[in-house]
């Protein structure tokens, strides 16, 4: 929303003072729910931006930031001689309110580089390693990008140029992480499922995360196969073709299809020996859902029944589901939405990543979803799929994978505070009780109930010989001792214990693939030995018992997540699978590197910095209106929350009309609080083409100013108010008429918007506004109306890519001198001739059937291989009517068009069809055909 907060701001200055046209924006909201109180940190290459009570984290984050600082400047053989501006926040929910970026930030971006003013976005989620990891890849992209200036500049070539995005991250993967278990995952399942794309075709999975470890992993090719030192020469190349594939040829000597080839090669022999020992997930298990990504399965049964809750986004949103399951644990039927997720703010989003689900012997279901500020554990009756409690604190930001106790009296849980330290929590609802069982920056997460009072976890606590890896603990309700239950050289996750105590079920990247493991547990004990349970190739999470003997989990295979059930055979346990470790666990902890406060840096308090973000001037001349030019600036402080526009051009037709012919706008936005407000002075003069009124130009001088605020209630509903006074002075007919007036314009709107696009446009949800607006002559009476507005979109989704758009929309002025609506063309009443329908009232209603047509179409030409995806159709139908006093006549039309999406920016739109004519009495003898652009309504 605050992107089009600052788009309609500055519309609305730069066009006509007299408010209250017909177009307004939709949009949900990014809402700034927080008061950050920012300070600086001050190191030798880095000014450190925090707030709050992170203070240990973010001195964490310095040395590490100091430390990857020399090692790529050692090996890029570069420098960055400006300061480098680090953001961090406490919490990913924190970082989506950014205001360096204008746009949302998805689920699962761990920061990013913004390249306009070299500043660098992290969120802290709890984990040390990963805020170092994404701290390393993201000054990856600053000293890249630095450096390929440097190159470009010193050969005098442009320096508005990069690599493509699959080698910018993938270098930054690359350089800020060894091979991991995550991209060995995607990789591996790539090749052997053959959707593995090369570099001549690597354009099909652009921007997506396997594009990332395509990347990485080809650079970790050319490593193996033609030296380390191959690679920071392709930046020092970059200057000597357009095509960087040509970048690539002259530097490692050889065609790319000849690398391409060389590269597949290398993979398939890498991964494919694999499969004499490792099995695909739909062969060493029962494969249960056949589509979307489905995630932290738990299992229930009544006396009757057997069930399978879990988490997915099998239509777009993430939302709960339930499977009924026959005697045999077979699915009966397609799963069964339980509960939507994203389209309420109280369950905005459900974590699908990041968080499991746990039921209770009583029935209750518990989740978490963000809610607000922060996450809240929600408590479901699955008899009556009603809400019967929620838990949230202020303090507590995000949070994650609740268990229950046997008795369901109790959860356990895992969340991040305000410090950014992840820990884990205990929660009595019967008498509304929490405890804090860990307090520290160790990465704690996935808690379940143990033994005894106890609760075993995950933790990247490890010291010793194992330093860092995420092992089992145990820690006592009593007396908060933590205790080692693994100790091996790999990391182990979502453990969770049999019913009879007697096993512990677990995730484990021991071999190299996260795979599920066993540990048996003797008389309270828990053995030394853990065991191998299943043996896949690629990745399974949150494994859940059905029986002693039967399990559940969810896998990621062939790029999806899907749920399986799997018997355990533990009498046919391979030895080679069982590994020992040491009963002897290490003293002490590891601590993390930390800059001195004293001697290191300084720490100050924000005070905004502001800067040039976009400055464009253009002159053009025409043989009526002469030679005229102008420009438009934009500059905002650091963190993006108080920015500001600067419009300035000239109008003059005569140089004596010089002086008097500029046009100004000013405006300021300010997004740092939850109220967004923004403000600005306009001073207007010249011809002028008011669409509304004629066809014809006048001359009109105004100037005065405007105050918007928006009030965003939820993520999906907002407030607008808006005033403008304006002083304009309008010759009608030149010598002849004029129209003096000192307007005043109020406005308040209701926003609603929750629907879920496709390429072209929304496919479900709805969308609506209501606005309420007077405008006034306050000085000579030449203008007194009053507007009202209302508009309706409905998107009812008939399957996964297809809808029923329906909009249903009314716009009312009256008074004296109202302004009148238009309508015509494309966008609204299609056929008609563009606006060139006009009145004072106007009402506007279309029907639409939106599908998809052809899903890619590659083209290939001798020497370019071409590909373009997305092309949608829509049938329609379009009825309205403008008027000013009386009534005249109803417009109509039907048709079909189709639809393309270029790079997610812009869709093109071509529609043909039949004029509805002489008030919906005849078609048109022929047909139209419009060809335009713009997103569906």
């Known amino acids: 929303m605050k992107i089009l907060f600052k788009l309609s701001l500055v519309i609305l200055l730069f066009i006509s003072s007299e408010l209250h046209g017909q177009y307004f924006f939709f949009g949900r909201n990014k809402v700034q729910y927080e008061d950050f109180d920012w300070k600086i940190l001050r190191t030798e290459h880095f000014n450190i931006y925090y707030y709050g009570e992170m203070e240990t984290v973010a001195k964490v984050g310095a040395a590490y930031a100091e430390e990857i600082y020399s090692e790529l400047a050692e090996k890029l053989n570069h420098v960055v001689i400006r300061k480098i501006p ?8 924190h970082f989506q309110q950014t205001n360096v970026t204008p746009g949302f930030i998805p689920e699962g971006v761990g920061g990013f580089f913004e390249f306009l003013k070299g500043r660098v976005v992290i969120p802290s989620t709890g984990s040390l390693s990963d805020f170092r990891h994404v701290i390393r890849h993201e000054l990856v992209h600053v000293f890249m990008t630095n450096k390929v200036f440097r190159v470009l500049r010193d050969h005098r070539q442009p320096t508005d140029m990069l690599p493509p995005l699959w080698f910018v991250e993938g270098f930054a993967e690359y350089l800020s992480t060894e091979v991991d278990a995550q991209a060995e995952m995607v990789m591996r399942d790539a090749v052997i ?4 794309v090369g570099l001549k075709d690597i354009f099909k999975i652009y921007g997506s995360f396997l594009m990332y470890k395509e990347g990485q992993s080809f650079l970790e090719f050319v490593e193996e196969n033609y030296g380390i030192e191959k690679i ?5 190349n970059f200057w000597m073709y357009k095509n960087f594939n040509d970048v690539i040829e002259h530097t490692l000597g050889k065609s790319i299809n000849e690398i391409d080839d060389e590269w597949s090669y290398y993979l398939k022999r890498k991964y494919f020996p694999l499969l004499s020992d490792k099995v695909p997930q739909e062969i060493g298990a029962k494969k249960l859902t056949d589509w979307g990504f489905n995630f932290s399965p738990v299992f229930y049964q009544t006396k009757d029944s057997s069930f399978i809750f879990f988490s997915a986004n099998r239509d777009g949103y993430s939302s709960l589901y339930k499977l009924s399951l026959d005697k045999n644990y077979n699915p009966v039927d397609e799963p069964e939405l339980v509960l939507r997720g994203e389209k309420t703010d109280e369950f905005e989003s459900f974590h699908l990543f990041q968080s499991s689900i746990d039921i209770s012997k009583n029935r209750i279901l518990t989740f978490v979803t963000k809610s607000g500020a922060t996450d809240v554990i929600h408590f479901l009756d699955v008899n009556s799929y009603q809400l019967i409690k929620s838990f949230q604190k202020d303090y507590l930001i995000s949070i994650s994978s609740p268990k229950f106790s046997d008795d369901g009296n109790k959860i356990v849980f895992q969340a991040v505070d305000q410090k950014g330290f992840s820990d884990i929590y205990y929660y009595d609802l019967s008498i509304d009780t929490l405890v804090r069982l860990t307090n520290d920056y160790y990465d704690d997460r996935d808690p379940c109930f143990g033994i005894s009072n106890k609760f075993i976890f995950s933790s990247d606590r490890t010291s010793g010989r194992f330093s860092g890896k995420y092992n089992l603990f145990s820690v006592g309700l009593d007396d908060k001792e933590i205790k080692y239950v693994t100790l091996v050289n790999a990391n182990c996750s979502n453990p969770i214990l049999s019913n009879d105590k007697t096993k512990l079920l677990f995730t484990s990247d021991v071999d190299g693939v996260r795979n599920i493991w066993m540990q048996k547990i003797t008389d309270e004990k828990f053995e030394n030995k853990i065991y191998q349970i299943s043996n896949f190739f690629t990745s399974a999470f949150d494994p859940r018992f059905i029986n002693d003997s039967i399990i559940v989990f969810s896998g990621f295979q062939n790029f999806s997540f899907h749920l399986y059930r799997k018997n355990l055979n533990l009498n046919k346990i391979d030895s080679s699978k069982v590994l020992t470790f040491e009963s002897q666990k290490p003293k002490g902890r590891w601590i993390a590197s930390s800059i001195d406060f004293q001697s290191e840096f300084q720490t100050l308090k924000y005070e905004k910095e502001y800067a040039l973000d976009y400055a464009q001037s253009v002159v053009a ?22 920015q500001y526009f600067i419009l300035l051009y000239n109008t003059a037709e005569v140089q004596s009309d010089f002086l008097k012919s500029f046009n100004v706008a000013i405006t300021r936005i300010n997004l740092s609080k939850r109220v967004n407000f923004g403000y600005g002075i306009f001073h207007f003069n010249g011809r002028r083409y008011d669409i509304r009124e004629s066809n014809e130009y006048f001359f009109e001088k105004s100037f005065g100013g405007t105050f918007l605020l928006s009030y965003p209630l939820t993520k999906f509903e907002r407030i607008e108010v ?10 009608i007919v030149e010598g002849i008429s004029e129209r003096k007036a000192f307007l005043l314009s109020n406005s308040i709107s209701m926003v609603h918007d929750n629907s879920l696009w496709s390429t072209s446009g929304p496919v479900d949800g709805s969308r609506w506004l209501v606005l309420l607006g007077y405008t006034t002559d306050i000085k000579f009476s030449n203008v007194n109306y009053f507007s009202v507005i209302a508009d309706y979109r409905y998107y009812l989704r008939l399957g996964l890519r297809t809808a029923l758009a329906t909009r249903i929309g009314f716009f009312y002025n009256e008074g004296k001198d109202a302004r009148r609506y238009f309508m015509g063309g494309s966008w609204d009443l299609r056929g008609w001739p563009r606006w060139s329908i006009r009145g004072e009232k106007m009402w506007l209603t279309s029907l639409e059937f939106r599908f998809p047509l052809i899903d890619q179409l590659n083209i290939k030409f001798p020497f370019l291989d ?13 009825a309205g009517s403008a008027w000013d006093k009386e009534y005249k006549t109803t417009y109509g039309s039907v048709g079909f068009g189709f639809r393309f999406n270029i790079f997610g920016i812009l869709v093109l739109r071509y529609d043909i069809g ?24």
């Open 914 to 937: 039949k004029k509805i004519e002489n008030d919906f009495k005849q078609f048109q003898p022929g047909l139209f055909y419009q060809f335009f652009f713009g997103w569906d309504f």
């Open 86 to 93: 680090l953001i961090f926040y406490n919490t990913s929910i």
């Open 621 to 642: 001349t025409d043989p009526v209106f002469g030679t005229r030019g102008g420009a438009i600036m934009t500059l905002s402080d650091l963190l993006g929350d108080d």
């Open 193 to 196: 499922n053959n959707y593995f």
């Open 722 to 731: 808006a005033t403008t006074i304006a002083d304009t002075d309008r010759e």
């Open 866 to 878: 071409l590909g373009f995806w997305g092309f949608r159709a829509a049938t329609f139908f379009d």
């Open 232 to 236: 920071p020469l392709m930046i020092e």
